[in-house]
């Protein structure tokens, strides 16, 4: 299998026009960022408004288990026969799996938010609004982009099956291999997503450092310190 893979990495035929690897690596990474737009649109306003009322938390967990379980390719098949495009299909099936870890991600950071603090706040005159977006969100923000992370790591690993209806991507190279029993192919087009997802969690963290209050980062990094027992103080 090396020798196979090493063959198809050196021939310049795979790293050039609309089927070489800078456009399926574009392909891919369009799908997970138009997918992780769309599901975090959904997920991060439900999340706050889930964890700032603290209404309808059976109800997300729930859903959010229930989503989880949902088989995506299957999904991606059952909307492609239901409206016959591609596109379609694979968006809102990426999309439905996007959703889960942003809502969690998101509801779990706002309630983690020491009620001490929105207390405090709400004794200086904020209103809900205001204790929502000056005091938790900014407090709830390392939850929320960890998970936009995890979204972000389970869509480019699922992107793969926009190829099964049709579309591009490095799922290609992995359905076309099997088809064609080119193992080095299905290597590479694993490899390529593995270093694709690497690359966007080290850009989301970068971006994770640079928005998150210094202040924030060190209680953060404080409370992992003090182990699960302080985690749990300040979720109760």
């Given at each position: 299998m090396i020798p196979e893979l090493v063959d198809w990495v050196s021939d310049p035929a795979n790293w050039q026009g609309t089927d070489g690897v800078p456009a399926r690596v574009l392909q891919h990474a369009g799908y997970v960022a138009l997918a992780l737009l769309i599901a975090a649109a959904i997920a991060v306003p439900l999340g706050l408004f889930v964890g700032h009322t603290r209404r309808g938390a059976v109800v997300l967990v729930g859903s959010g288990n229930a989503i989880r379980a949902?088989?995506?390719?299957?999904?991606?098949?059952?909307?492609?026969?239901?409206?016959?495009?591609?596109?379609?299909?694979?968006?809102?099936?990426?999309?439905?799996?996007?959703?889960?870890?942003?809502?969690?991600?998101?509801?779990?950071?706002?309630?983690?938010?020491?009620?001490?603090?929105?207390?405090?706040?709400?004794?200086?005159?904020?209103?809900?609004?205001?204790?929502?977006?000056?005091?938790?969100?900014?407090?709830?923000?390392?939850?929320?982009?960890?998970?936009?992370?995890?979204?972000?790591l389970q869509l480019v690993a699922t992107a793969a099956v926009a190829a099964y209806v049709g579309?591009?991507?490095?799922?290609?190279?992995?359905?076309?291999?099997l088809a064609n029993f080119d193992y080095g192919e299905v290597t590479a087009g694993a490899i390529l997503t593995?270093?694709?997802?690497?690359?966007?969690?080290?850009?989301?963290?970068?971006?994770?450092?640079?928005?998150?209050?210094?202040?924030?980062?060190?209680?953060?990094?404080?409370r992992r310190a003090a182990g699960p027992a302080a985690t749990e103080e300040v979720v109760a």
């Amino acid at each position: 299998m090396i020798p196979e893979l090493v063959d198809w990495v050196s021939d310049p035929a795979n790293w050039q026009g609309t089927d070489g690897v800078p456009a399926r690596v574009l392909q891919h990474a369009g799908y997970v960022a138009l997918a992780l737009l769309i599901a975090a649109a959904i997920a991060v306003p439900l999340g706050l408004f889930v964890g700032h009322t603290r209404r309808g938390a059976v109800v997300l967990v729930g859903s959010g288990n229930a989503i989880r379980a949902l088989p995506t390719l299957g999904l991606v098949t059952f909307l492609f026969l239901l409206f016959t495009d591609s596109f379609v299909a694979a968006l809102i099936g990426l999309v439905v799996l996007g959703v889960p870890p942003i809502l969690a991600g998101t509801y779990a950071g706002i309630q983690a938010v020491d009620h001490d603090v929105v207390d405090a706040a709400e004794g200086m005159g904020m209103r809900g609004g205001q204790r929502l977006w000056r005091i938790e969100v900014p407090i709830a923000l390392p939850l929320i982009l960890g998970g936009v992370r995890n979204a972000v790591l389970q869509l480019v690993a699922t992107a793969a099956v926009a190829a099964y209806v049709g579309l591009g991507g490095l799922g290609r190279y992995l359905f076309d291999g099997l088809a064609n029993f080119d193992y080095g192919e299905v290597t590479a087009g694993a490899i390529l997503t593995a270093l694709l997802a690497v690359i966007l969690d080290l850009v989301i963290a970068a971006v994770q450092r640079a928005l998150v209050p210094k202040g924030v980062r060190i209680a953060t990094a404080g409370r992992r310190a003090a182990g699960p027992a302080a985690t749990e103080e300040v979720v109760a």
